[in-house]
């Protein structure tokens, strides 16, 4: 835990602090995988997702955030964020992880629905017409044959993260308030927005 918790500490004599957005994902894989394309030793913000030890559900995400903000603390210039999936989880364990999300201004909750991959295929195309999870994953594949619950990160561009954000943004109309209900809708581009704004206020 020591260790850890160096690892969100200023080290001395470094230059401004890196915004760091903590991200509790539900994959163990993919979402993590992703969020690494934001953060690298160079960069001037700063993606870390707490994994655990197997996919979990959202109170499962829920105590493994708040266990680690209260261990680790937050800087008031910080985002702690939770992204799950829709799929099979209740409206009350939803509900849980949107209240938690409006504790603090600086929380925040984004959801896929049906799950992560959605977002993922909106780099791609429109993703209009989604039946199901299955559909969902089938038509990424289209794109990404080899895609197996991972994701090459180098066959996704600024442009396509650009559009994603655009696509997603025009399902979701009117902005949802807590998260979104129908298939074929994702809230990670509100995210990915406060990511990509945070890049160009820390070189200004």
Known sequence: MAAQRRKFQRPLGKRRYKKLFLIVAEGVKTEPIYFGIFTDDTSIVRVSCLKGKHDSSPP????????????EGLRPSDEAWLVVDKDQWSEEQL???????LQQENYGFALSNPKFEYWLLLHFEDGIGIASSRDCTDRLKRW????DKGIDTRKISQAQIDDA?????????PPCGDWPRSLGQTTVYRLIENILKARVEQTT
């Open 60 to 71: 499962q995400a829920l105590k493994r955030m708040t266990g680690h903000l209260e261990s």
């Open 95 to 101: 509900t849980q992880l949107h209240q938690w999300s």
């Open 144 to 147: 990404i044959p080899d895609y």
């Open 165 to 173: 954000i655009r696509r997603a943004k025009k399902r979701d109309h």
